[in-house]
């Protein structure tokens, strides 16, 4: 069951990774960070989920996120994702986040 919510997590942060760039490239760099945004926190969830961690209420996502191990490494990405104006560079930063997530759900889901 743990391995499905996990893939949903990641079906969540799938559906909302082109906009980004989307509304970018649209010159909505609003749109963008919005998107950005989502992203960030649905990725903040998902590191939660990965150290099976129940998230807390909207407000105390940063701080229960920043006690998570993975968070000296994916916590700058989205802090600077979140503080880009200019959307290519959001998309950089988001993109590292990426990477760290992906990295922690591969060694997270594999048999003990």
Sequence with gaps: MWRHVLACQWQRVSEEEAFVGRCGEC?????SAV?????ARDLVRLALLLDRVYPPYGKWLGSAFARLP???TAGPALTAALASSA???RERHLATAYSVSRATTTTAASPR
């Design 70 to 72: 993975v968070a000296a």
């Design 35 to 39: 998107a950005a945004a989502r992203i």
């Design 27 to 31: 010159g909505d760099e609003l749109g």
């Design 87 to 89: 959307w290519r560079e």
